[in-house]
């Protein structure tokens, strides 16, 4: 059957799609950044506002897209297909709601959301612009992670990872004509970039929609999608919500981090900024096992298959946990070669050095929690990670990077240990949960 795909998948067969999937969705804002700063150092300014924008809309709609992930995965191993249905389109409908008012609100106050954010003036026009027409596709965005996030809980992340390659492709593709003004077409500037994103993500959640119903057999009726059922969406909630909550924690406690790097200089940010961009790839390897494992995990969670739950977590950490290190090790070694196609300065490339040495230690503790807790949410247990999460970040993470790095002045290198005991704290802290055994009465199948 179609709903029992994932569980004939290794964990192999789900994490490749999913790391070029997720890999592709990073190098998408990389590329249109990339291509208009050929054109306009303004033009990388307002795109770079404007998308804190958008990702901040995107963050909205997660919440419900990880939820549904999780009650799709277990209501397919408990072989309810039915119910799988109609949480497919309780959170179709709830996310075109809030997709709506996301679309509504940005294109109406784009001018007052850059004032706000204080965007130069001679920017605001360009930047705008730029943000209504993004503003379009927020509706077939949130429509289009929901139907993804369905299609893996199907097993089927193969698929949607060449959804994904096309919409970067109609989107490199587009700039070469709207930004660069290809074949005698007028050059659009910022306004170019935004409508090659907006057509690539509206095309996108058309091919979407029509390979999810082509491989799940689930048939989009727009009079089922309109009327969400608040059964199934508490269930969403329950776990989408401490979800949604711990990632946005944690984007809080990095701003203030951040700051704290602020007051080292100008370099150290830079710095930062270098070695966040390497980071952000190593945990594309790690998110990538852990989102194929909440998928097996979820399933057999739903067919009360606890035993091989709890060996295919232990099995997904094991090769997490190696993979990261190795990627790490790789990282510390030539880390420094690639920081010198980015930047000469000696004192730059001396402050990441230093920080790719920490990242043999952090990473590893990153997979902790990037496996352990999407195994958690797998079994319906969501909330801990969130109160965990929360009183580490900022009882630990927060107040050690000033004492590592202003109070002791470590620099860089106290801003990122602190970092780092904060990863290993929160991944240990889910280990010793997961072999409580607490999970298995978490499920959200009766």
């Not at 096309?166 to 989107?171: D, S």
């Not at 999460?389 to 990077?401: K, Q, R, T």
């Not at 990863?423 to 997961?434: C, D, F, N, P, V």
């Amino acid at each position: 059957m179609k709903a029992n795909h994932s569980q004939k998948q290794s964990i192999f067969s789900l994490t490749w799609p999913l790391f070029i999937d997720f890999a592709l969705h990073f190098l998408t804002g990389a590329i249109n950044t990339f291509m208009i700063s050929h054109v306009s150092y303004q033009g990388v300014a307002a795109l770079a506002v404007g998308n804190q924008v958008f990702h901040l809309a995107i963050t909205l709609f997660s919440f419900v897209t990880i939820g549904a992930s999780v009650v799709i995965t277990q209501y397919l191993g408990a072989k309810n297909k039915e119910a799988a249905q109609s949480v497919v389109y309780s959170s179709i409908g709830f996310n075109v709601c809030l997709g709506a008012v996301a679309a509504f609100g940005i294109i109406a106050g784009a001018g007052t959301i850059l004032t706000l954010m204080n965007l130069p003036s001679e920017l605001l026009a360009d930047g705008k612009m730029y943000l209504q027409i993004i503003g379009l596709c927020l509706l077939p965005e949130a429509v289009a992670m929901c139907l993804a996030a369905a299609m893996r809980a199907h097993g089927f992340t193969l698929q949607a990872m060449w959804v994904t390659l096309v919409m970067n492709l109609i989107t490199f593709v587009g700039n070469l004509f709207l930004l660069y003004g290809w074949f005698g077409i007028p050059q659009m500037g910022v306004a170019g970039v935004a409508i090659s994103t907006a057509v690539g993500r509206v095309i996108g959640m058309a091919i979407m929609a029509a390979l999810f119903v082509k491989y799940t057999g689930i048939h989009l009726y727009w009079s089922a999608i309109v009327k969400p059922q608040k059964y199934y969406l508490q269930k969403v909630f329950k776990i989408g919500l401490p979800a949604a909550g711990e990632n946005v924690s944690w984007m809080l406690q990095f701003m203030v981090v951040t700051a704290f790097v602020g007051l080292m200089g100008d370099k150290a940010l830079a710095a930062q900024s270098l070695y966040f961009q390497t980071c952000m790839f190593i945990l594309l390897f790690g998110l990538s096992i852990g989102i194929a494992n909440e998928i097996i995990v979820g399933h057999l969670v739903g067919a009360k298959d606890y035993q091989a739950a709890e060996s295919q977590m232990y099995r997904s950490l094991k090769i997490g946990f190696i993979v990261t290190s190795i990627v790490a090790a790789f990282a510390a070694i030539f880390g420094t070669d690639l920081v010198v196609l980015f930047t000469q300065d000696a004192e730059i490339i001396v402050m990441v050095s230093q920080l790719f040495m920490i990242t043999l230690f952090m990473e590893p503790g990153r997979t902790f929690n990037l496996v352990v807790i999407n195994a958690l949410r797998a079994s319906g247990d969501a909330h801990y990670p969130f109160y965990v999460g929360l009183c580490s970040m900022w009882c630990i993470a927060v107040p050690c990077a000033y004492l590592f790095g202003i109070v002791l002045d470590y620099g860089l290198v106290g801003v990122w240990l602190a970092l780092a005991i904060d990863e290993w704290t929160r991944g240990l802290a889910m280990l010793w949960r997961w072999r409580t055994g607490r999970w298995k009465t978490k499920s959200l199948v009766v």
